[in-house]
C-alpha cells in the first residue's frame, strides 16, 4: 500500500475515532495519534469539533501537542518524528537538501548520523524518496509526502495552480496551433 493511502485511511481512522468523544477522552486518541509511526498529516483530527472544544480547557494542551504535529518543526519540539516532519517540510520548497542545511535544522553532529537518520527514519518509513549525494553533500529529494496546510498557504496554492493552469491552457493552445499548421 503506498503513502498516501496508508495516510488517508489512518486519518479516518483517527477522525472516526475523535468524532465519538469529547475532553478528556480525547487525550488517549491524540497521544496514539502523534505517536503512529506512519501518520503525518493531522489537520483533518484538528478540525474535529471536540478537539477544537479543548481550546482553553484543562485539557488544551492535547489541542497544543496535534497543532504542533501539523505544523511544528525539529527546532519548535526536538523529538524523532518532528525531525521526520522537518525534512518534510523542507522538501516542500526543495528538492535538493544540503548536508549543512540538515544538520543544523535537525541537530546532528556529523553526517554519518545525519545519513542514518535519512535513511532510517525517512526513505525507509516511505515518507521521501531520494538519493544521498556524498560528493555534493546534498540530499536529492524524488518524492516526499504531503504536509498539513500551515493557515494562510491555501491563498498560495489556488495561486500556484492557477498558473499553473494558465500556462498548461496557452501550452495546448500552441499545440493546436502546431497541429492546424502541420
Not at 516542500?92 to 535537525?106: G, P
Not at 531520494?130 to 504536509?147: N, P, T
Request: hydrophobic share 45%; charged share 20%; net charge negative.
Amino acid at each position: 500500500m503506498d503513502i498516501e493511502q496508508t495516510q488517508a485511511d489512518l486519518i479516518q481512522h483517527f477522525v472516526k475515532q475523535a468524532s465519538a468523544h469529547k475532553g478528556p477522552s480525547l487525550a488517549p486518541i491524540i497521544a496514539e495519534a502523534t505517536s503512529h509511526p506512519s501518520l503525518f498529516a493531522f489537520s483533518e483530527i484538528l478540525a474535529v469539533p471536540g478537539v477544537v472544544e479543548l481550546q482553553g480547557t484543562e485539557h488544551s494542551m492535547y489541542l497544543e501537542l496535534l497543532r504542533l504535529f501539523a505544523h511544528g518543526t525539529w527546532t519548535d519540539y526536538k523529538i524523532l518524528k518532528l525531525k521526520q516532519l522537518t525534512v518534510l517540510t523542507l522538501a516542500e520548497t526543495s528538492k535538493v537538501l544540503l548536508y549543512d542545511q540538515l544538520l543544523h535544522e535537525l541537530d546532528f553532529t556529523n553526517v554519518r548520523e545525519l545519513e542514518d537518520f535519512l535513511i532510517n527514519e525517512c526513505i525507509y518509513a516511505g515518507i521521501v524518496r531520494g538519493k544521498l549525494d556524498q560528493l555534493r553533500r546534498c540530499f536529492e529529494v524524488q518524492f516526499a509526502a504531503g504536509r498539513d496546510l500551515r493557515p494562510g498557504q491555501l491563498g498560495s496554492m489556488i495561486r500556484t495552480l492557477a498558473n499553473w493552469l494558465a500556462t498548461s491552457d496557452d501550452l495546448l493552445l500552441t499545440i493546436q496551433e502546431k497541429i492546424k499548421w502541420a
